[in-house]
């Protein structure tokens, strides 16, 4: 196996952004979305990321891309421009292996060069391993919102986190 690298997402790496992102959509309640987005979608929501900024994607690679992780808005009014939301997502077969540590590794690094705050979390509930890397990353919890996506005929919980910058 080839050492682990993290870099800047770049176009190219969509449709392995989207693969990824496909497995949970489909097998898991961990993201609230329903359908894959699509090549257009996904070149859009890839717009809002740059190399410096508070928005960033960065991707981790091991002959192929294993898992990304991003920072993009919190909310869309204008007194929200200094929070972000963090996402990461592994391939299954690269958890517990480093790639989530060093992607956040690498997101915190850019960000705390740029103009943010705070950094939010929201943890579709269970997941210990998610809620255990954030944890390490300094996210403390701030709030449940209870049954707040109904997914797979269930309703899910999502443990909130918050981290200052």
Not at 4 to 9: D, I, S
Not at 76 to 99: D, F, H, N
């Amino acid at each position: 196996m080839s050492a682990l690298r993290v870099r800047p997402g770049r176009s190219e790496d969509l449709a392995a952004i989207d693969e990824i992102y496909a497995h949970y959509i489909q097998e898991t309640a961990i993201t609230f979305d329903l359908e894959p987005a699509g090549a257009e979608a996904r070149r859009a929501w890839f717009a809002q990321f740059g190399e410096t900024g508070r928005h960033r994607l960065f991707v981790a690679e091991r002959d192929a891309v294993v898992g990304w992780s991003c920072s993009h808005g919190f909310r869309p009014k204008g007194a929200y421009q200094t929070s972000v939301e963090t996402t990461i997502y592994l391939r299954p077969e690269a958890t517990g292996t480093g790639a989530g540590t060093a992607l956040y590794r690498a997101l915190f690094d850019a960000l705390v060069r740029e103009d943010v705050h705070r950094a939010y979390a929201g943890i579709t509930l269970p997941n210990p391993a998610s809620e255990a890397l954030h944890r390490r990353f300094g996210f403390e919890p701030v709030g449940v919102f209870h049954e707040v996506g109904r997914k797979h005929d269930r309703w899910w919980d999502v443990r909130w986190y918050e981290k200052r910058l």
